[in-house]
């Protein structure tokens, strides 16, 4: 990916969605043990991403068993997140071969979502059933006319919209994976919906304390947990 050198250079400045009671389904069904591996964007030091933060608050106190694992990479400006993808695949197989019956969400912010759709093909057989569901915001590789496309109210109007780094053979969520999968956009976030918003931008900053955007968060990842 070829992003300007203002990619996430607000990154240090994310905040945090305040914390708000949202109504979660608690129903301690579905998987018993899961991990949740959250990838962060360009700038954020190594770590747990701003953008997940509240909600995976809300879904570790609502349902337990759960983990986080915060994918090894640079995520630097040079925007090559193969580490990041070898480390998401390499964290499922190898968990796999301990503990078979193992859960895991997928979660990826701007740089690190990519990575993450960049996994999906990777993930075959059991560490392609162990995964219940995928959750991504502000993605570069986000591609227009998928039925996982949803906006930052959970509405279509970025469905038909492409990100900065989505064009002719690059890669997408794979069909197998578009059911399992929420691919988040706000209009006008300029690294996924190129045709509304143009680069890094207020738009692109705004997940993290984006309250809406938590709570669905939580209950996309609760819903595939527990089904």
Same mark, same amino acid.
């Given at each position: 990916? $070829?992003?300007?050198?203002?990619?996430?250079?607000?990154?240090? &400045?994310?905040?945090?969605?305040?914390?708000?009671?949202?109504?979660?389904?608690? #129903?301690?069904?579905?998987?018993?043990?899961?991990?949740?591996?959250?990838? #962060?964007?360009?700038?954020?030091?190594?770590?747990?991403?701003?953008?997940? #933060?509240?909600?995976?608050? %809300?879904?570790?106190?609502?349902?337990?068993?759960?983990?986080?694992?915060?994918? =090894?990479?640079?995520?630097?400006?040079? /925007?090559?997140?193969?580490?990041?993808?070898?480390? &998401?695949?390499?964290?499922?197989?190898?968990?796999?071969?301990?503990?078979?019956?193992?859960?895991?969400?997928?979660?990826?912010?701007?740089?690190?979502?990519?990575?993450?759709?960049?996994?999906?093909?990777?993930?075959?057989?059991?560490?392609?059933?162990?995964?219940?569901? =995928?959750?991504?915001?502000?993605?570069?590789? $986000?591609?227009?006319?998928?039925?996982?496309?949803?906006?930052?109210?959970?509405?279509?109007?970025?469905?038909? =919209?492409?990100?900065?780094?989505?064009?002719?053979?690059?890669?997408? &969520?794979?069909?197998?994976?578009?059911?399992?999968?929420?691919?988040?956009?706000?209009?006008?976030?300029?690294?996924?919906?190129?045709? $509304?918003?143009?680069?890094? %931008?207020? /738009? $692109?900053?705004?997940?993290?304390?984006?309250?809406? =955007?938590?709570?669905?968060?939580?209950?996309?990842?609760?819903?595939?947990?527990?089904?």
């Amino acid at each position: 990916m $070829h992003f300007t050198n203002s990619i996430l250079a607000g990154a240090s &400045i994310l905040g945090l969605a305040a914390a708000s009671p949202i109504e979660l389904d608690t #129903r301690q069904s579905g998987c018993s043990s899961y991990t949740i591996i959250n990838t #962060r964007g360009t700038g954020e030091a190594q770590g747990p991403s701003a953008g997940f #933060r509240t909600m995976n608050s %809300n879904i570790l106190s609502s349902k337990s068993g759960g983990k986080v694992y915060n994918t =090894v990479y640079a995520a630097d400006y040079s /925007q090559n997140s193969a580490a990041g993808t070898a480390d &998401i695949v390499n964290k499922i197989t190898t968990t796999l071969r301990t503990s078979p019956n193992e859960c895991f969400i997928l979660e990826g912010y701007s740089q690190g979502a990519a990575a993450t759709v960049n996994a999906l093909p990777k993930l075959t057989g059991t560490a392609n059933t162990a995964v219940k569901g =995928v959750w991504l915001i502000g993605d570069p590789l $986000h591609k227009a006319g998928l039925t996982c496309n949803i906006d930052s109210t959970g509405g279509t109007t970025t469905l038909n =919209v492409n990100g900065i780094s989505q064009y002719p053979g690059s890669n997408s &969520i794979p069909s197998g994976w578009i059911s399992r999968t929420q691919d988040v956009c706000k209009y006008g976030d300029g690294v996924c919906d190129t045709t $509304h918003g143009q680069g890094i %931008n207020a /738009q $692109h900053l705004s997940y993290p304390n984006d309250a809406t =955007v938590q709570s669905m968060g939580a209950k996309f990842v609760l819903g595939k947990l527990n089904a």
